[in-house]
């Protein structure tokens, strides 16, 4: 945590890929296995901290990634329903 503001980068041409996206009102979700706070602060530093409508973190659901259980919250706030064949 000490260097985490100095260290983090978001890979090369994501950032312009998800302004792009944003701008072309397709909605996006974050789901991570990282905290709230951290997830911000990653987000912050990388210049993505309004590009994501919905954040699912691991503070927010019972079981984190690799789980599955995340995505569903993310879905649902989506507005998305998930296909008959996902077996979340």
């Not at 260290?7 to 296995?33: H, I, N, Q, W, Y």
């Not at 709230?36 to 912050?44: G, I, S």
């Amino acid at each position: 945590r000490t260097v985490h503001d100095e260290m983090v980068r978001a890979f090369p041409g994501v950032v312009e890929m998800v302004a792009c996206l944003k701008e072309s009102d397709t909605r996006m979700a974050v789901v991570t296995s990282k905290a709230r706070q951290m997830t911000l602060r990653t987000l912050a530093c990388c210049g993505m901290e309004d590009a994501f409508e919905v954040l699912v973190t691991v503070d927010d659901v019972g079981k984190g990634k690799p789980d599955p259980e995340p995505v569903n919250p993310a879905m649902e706030r989506l507005d998305l329903e998930r296909p008959g064949a996902w077996s979340f």
